[in-house]
């Protein structure tokens, strides 16, 4: 009894009368009954080390037999406090300690036993939300308002080949928009992040001035390119959020939520936002090499064009992908 | 060949309760278990209340109550000090006529059961093991070896596999128990010790990935440990 854990304990250990090693299993029967041979207990299911046990009712009518099932030492509480219900939320919350994959992560065990959200916390979790998504349609309200301001110039001059450098401006909004919802529905809680705000407030702020350079190639391809930077910054800073969430993950649903947004953060870090900035870059680029070309004879308007439709291809994608998410997003809200 | 209404395979509490529970609804039962004798340690040792619900409809919980130890508070300790106190006592309190967290050990608990079923004049069939067994819409034909080596076959409408974790009737069966066993090594002990956290009150220590807790017993003042050491990583084998 070297461990820390027990040392702390100050136990003066007189007589051992036991003493045995155990695993912790998370494993449960493909089915609990095959015709006429039914499984009961841990033969059927074994969720967590067996401490504790306790016979449900059974889930189906038909099913005469009481049903046996051990539970894990969290469920004291919950369990004692919710098992005459034999509502939803008893079992939801007997389920809760019995995700080991917590455990699987290193998790301390005192988070573990705090799984359970206090109705406090989720109505702090709620508030900032709010205010993100609020922030988050302001600010692009705010961006939209300097883009319907020059693209006013385009219409009033009947300049239909500057309206390429207005799609992709609007196609910047509806990206940043859809990004940062999907981002808030996903991963936003208590505590509210200022870090990721002010980084993401000067980042409209970046597509403000980016608006008002319709029709200047060099500036609008120069600010592209530095606000892919930015962005590609923001994206890797919303790492750290993103692997707090993970860590607090416990339902399967939210892990495989966190899982699915991790994996798209890495693809945008490691190759749409790069493509992006590299498509940028190689546009200013050819107008400093070809003024003549592109700047002259006006070939800078496809350059516009090419950027808005690599626009379109990722928002495709941002609908795609959230697509995906909203079934696990409804999932983790359901817990 | 011998006919019985019911065969349940494995004497554990989940054997046991399904045996008392059959019989006292008047259907007879055999159950057979490949042990010599019940547990002798605490082993699954805390009851909870819904089981206590249960209990009562069989007219048991009094007893099992007082064979245990109620537990009044959760002691949270951290760094050798003790950091929060859950109190338990009525943690279901108007949710339950038994609004608190029991500890009965296993041991103790099978004992009982035990106890009730031979009142009602059922044997729990020591060292007898199940063999294999043939199943159809119409029942089990079930191959068991008896304590003196001979074997015997079963027929039977009904085959409970109450045979734990490694169940042979499972396996018979062919059905497949999927997930795994995590890396994280769980330790349990009963033993007779001194210090604060040597009281009737349930002591949690929580130490990063680690925690140990030290649950009160009944007889001779003892305690039952069970800490861990590092959560692991992953399970180690699907199925």
Redesign the interface.
Known sequence: ?K?????????????????????????????FR???????????H?PT????????PPPHRHEF??T?F??G?F???F????????SRESVRLEIVPIC??S????????KF?LVRRSSARRELDTTVLNIELTLASIIQGVALYFLIDNARNVVALRDLRSTAYVAAGLCVIFIFWSRSIIHTLTLIAWPLEFGHNFFYIACTLGESVLFTCIGRPKAWFGLSTAYAAVVWLLFLYDLRLLRTRAREACTDAELRLYGAATADQWLNIRLLIPALFAFNLACLIAIYLRPVLFLNRGAHYYLCAAQAAGFVVYLWYVTRFFATLAPLIAATREE | MSETPVLIV?A????L??AL??TRCGVAVRLIDKTVEAG????????????L??YRQLGIDQEVVAGGVKISN?N?????RIAAR?S?ED??QG??P????LVFP?DAHERLLIKHLVELGVRVERQTELLD?R???K??EARLKLPNGSQEIVAT?????????S?S??EI?G????????????????????????DDQ??A??????????FPLKEKR??S???????????SADV
């Open positions: 009894m461990d820390q854990a027990v040392e702390h304990l100050k136990i003066a250990v007189t007589k051992v009368n036991w003493f045995s090693t155990y695993r912790v299993h998370h494993r449960v029967a493909d089915s095959r015709g006429r041979i039914f499984l009961l207990g841990d033969a059927a074994q080390p067996g401490i504790m046990w306790s016979i449900k037999a009481p046996v051990r539970y030492i469920c004291i509480g369990a004692a406090a919710n098992d005459p219900l034999t080991s994959r455990l699987n992560r290193r998790q301390s065990l005192a036993a | 494995g554990g509490p989940t054997g309760v399904l529970w059959l002798t340690t605490s082993r699954a040792l805390a009851v909870q209340a819904r089981t619900e249960f959760l949270l300790w951290v760094r050798g859950v338990l943690i279901g949710l339950s038994f609004s608190f967290v296993q067994f199943s159809d819409e029942g089990v409408p009904f085959l409970f596999g109450c045979d734990g974790a169940s009737v499972r069966s059905i497949g128990f999927p997930r795994g066993t995590y890396s994280g090594r769980f330790y349990v002990a009963d033993v007779e010790a001194r210090g604060p956290a040597t349930l002591h220590d929580l130490e990063g990935a680690d925690f140990a807790l030290v003892t305690h440990t069970r800490w861990s050491n590092r959560g692991g990583e992953g399970p």
